[in-house]
């Protein structure tokens, strides 16, 4: 739904239902999360997980409210507030970070300056298998193959967000 708003235009998305799945916005929306969800949400934009909502899903989005129930990792390229009573279980990674009085949080906390949030910080195996949405044996093959770029720290691959990005781009290209 589009409202307009002093010439410009607003999309809003107000979900208030079950829904299960991945959500991925390649502009900038408001969306509001009042009900249940389950899979991965990759937004641009505001995001507010309303006071009765339920998500389990890795949540990325670049202004972000909690209120509600989160269990999966957070990164807010801007900023993350987690408002009473929201109870939110997983790691963390946002350059500004509120969490009001009465609020749960269980996790790591990762505080990034703003060009890290935008996608230059480093991920490990288990969080690049989520984002790509691909195994972590088939990265860890990968990674010493070189097939993906990646950098081995002791018995641990660190892969950095925007040289993954970059190669994505040029596998597609090569198709």
């Known amino acids: 739904m589009a409202k307009k708003n002093d010439e410009l235009h607003e999309r809003i998305l107000d979900v208030d239902a079950s829904m299960q799945g991945t959500i991925a916005f390649k502009d900038p929306v408001n969306l509001r999360i009042n009900g249940s969800f389950e899979g991965k949400l990759d937004t641009k934009g505001s995001l507010t997980i309303g006071e009765n909502a339920k998500v389990k899903a890795p949540i990325t989005g670049d202004r972000i409210i909690v209120a509600g129930r989160v269990t999966g990792d957070i990164v ?69 193959k070189r097939k993906i770029p990646a950098i081995q720290e002791g018995n641990a691959w660190k892969f950095r967000k925007s040289e993954v990005d970059r190669w994505i781009q040029e596998e597609k290209l090569k198709v």
């Open 76 to 144: 807010a390229r801007q900023s993350l507030s987690i408002i009473a009573p929201a109870v939110v279980r997983g790691n963390v990674r946002t350059p500004t970070l509120s969490v009001t009085e009465g609020s749960v949080l269980e996790g790591q906390i990762a505080m990034l300056n703003l060009n890290e949030a935008e996608g230059d910080q480093f991920m490990n195996l288990k969080e690049l298998a989520q984002y790509l949405e691909v195994e972590m044996a088939t990265l860890d093959e990968w990674a010493a």
